[in-house]
């Protein structure tokens, strides 16, 4: 949903793109760090 700012929010009120930047700040995501941790662990079997 649009408003007239241009912003796109959801039905709940929320700013999307912010919560997308926030989360681009954030770090690692759950399954970046699970991808990282095999990848790891595959390395060290070898």
Same mark, same amino acid.
Do not use: H, I, P
């Given at each position: 949903? /649009? !408003?007239?700012?241009?912003k796109k929010y959801t039905s709940s009120g929320t700013d999307v793109d912010e919560? /997308?930047?926030l989360n681009a700040q954030s770090g690692l995501s759950y399954n970046q760090v699970k991808q990282l941790l095999a990848d !790891?662990?595959?390395?060290?079997n070898q």
């Amino acid at each position: 949903m /649009k !408003r007239q700012d241009g912003k796109k929010y959801t039905s709940s009120g929320t700013d999307v793109d912010e919560v /997308k930047r926030l989360n681009a700040q954030s770090g690692l995501s759950y399954n970046q760090v699970k991808q990282l941790l095999a990848d !790891r662990a595959q390395e060290k079997n070898q």
